[in-house]
T-cell receptor, first 115, second 114 residues
Framework: GAVVSQHPSWVICKSGTSVKIECRSLDFQATTMFWYRQFPKQSLMLMAT?????????EQGVEKDKFLINHASLTLSTLTVTSAHPEDSSFYIC???????????FGPGTRLTVL | AQTVTQSQPEMSVQEAETVTLSCTYD???????LFWYKQPPSRQMILVIRQEAYKQQNATENRFSVNFQKAAKSFSLKISDSQLGDAAMYFCAYSLGGAGDMRFGAGTRLTVKP
């Protein structure tokens, strides 16, 4: 069964609004989770590393004030897209790390459409 | 910086035949991990196979096997007895492990013809 869940699976919002995406690690306490972005027919691009109890580490070119990450518990990380614009429309995928610290398990993804 | 290259944007195979997907990577590290992930139309990433760089033996998982050439920095995936359900995007990935992130190749879209 699934080991990482995401909610919602699909969200449509108006330009200028904020959207929160939840990523839950099931049956595992994940101190580290990752957020990826995937444009149509492209690969996964790492956006940030979410660390429980501390600030997230963002990849170069990712605006931390636009993509707010909170990892307040060992099973939940949230990604908030603030003041969303149509160019933020994408597929967002989270993952956690387990199995000796090198294998990642992925959530089912969230499709964000900004009108 | 570590990079992962998949030079085949698309591949096609006849059902029950064998197909090999290519992947090369660039790293200066000696210990790392390599993965092949499958992404079907549902877009759920599914781990197909993994390889620890310190292991010389090539990993196998049922119909899936890899040819890991550490010196050449090559990590190809062989799918034997291809099935219709194997049709998907396949991503090669690299990780240093620990709290390290994972880097993905551009992907190869595999089509299986009945």
């Amino acid at each position: 069964g699934a080991v990482v869940s995401q909610h919602p699976s699909w969200v449509i919002c108006k330009s200028g609004t904020s959207v929160k995406i939840e990523c839950r690690s099931l049956d595992f306490q994940a101190t580290t989770m990752f957020w990826y972005r995937q444009f149509p027919k492209q690969s996964l691009m790492l956006m940030a590393t979410s660390n429980e109890g501390s600030k997230a580490t963002y990849e170069q070119g990712v605006e931390k004030d636009k993509f707010l990450i909170n990892h307040a518990s060992l099973t939940l990380s949230t990604l908030t897209v603030t003041s969303a614009h149509p160019e933020d429309s994408s597929f967002y995928i989270c993952s956690d790390q387990r199995e000796g610290g090198y294998e990642q398990f992925f959530g089912p993804g969230t499709r964000l459409t900004v009108l | 910086a570590q990079t992962v290259t998949q030079s085949q944007p698309e591949m096609s195979v006849q059902e029950a035949e064998t197909v090999t997907l290519s992947c090369t990577y660039d790293t200066s590290e000696s210990d790392y991990y390599l993965f092949w992930y499958k992404q079907p139309p549902s877009r759920q990433m599914i781990l197909v196979i993994r390889q620890e760089a310190y292991k010389q033996q090539n990993a196998t998982e049922n119909r899936f096997s890899v040819n890991f050439q550490k010196a050449a920095k090559s990590f190809s995936l062989k799918i034997s007895d291809s099935q219709l359900g194997d049709a998907a995007m396949y991503f090669c990935a690299y990780s240093l492990g620990g709290a390290g992130d994972m880097r993905f190749g551009a992907g190869t879209r595999l089509t299986v013809k009945p």
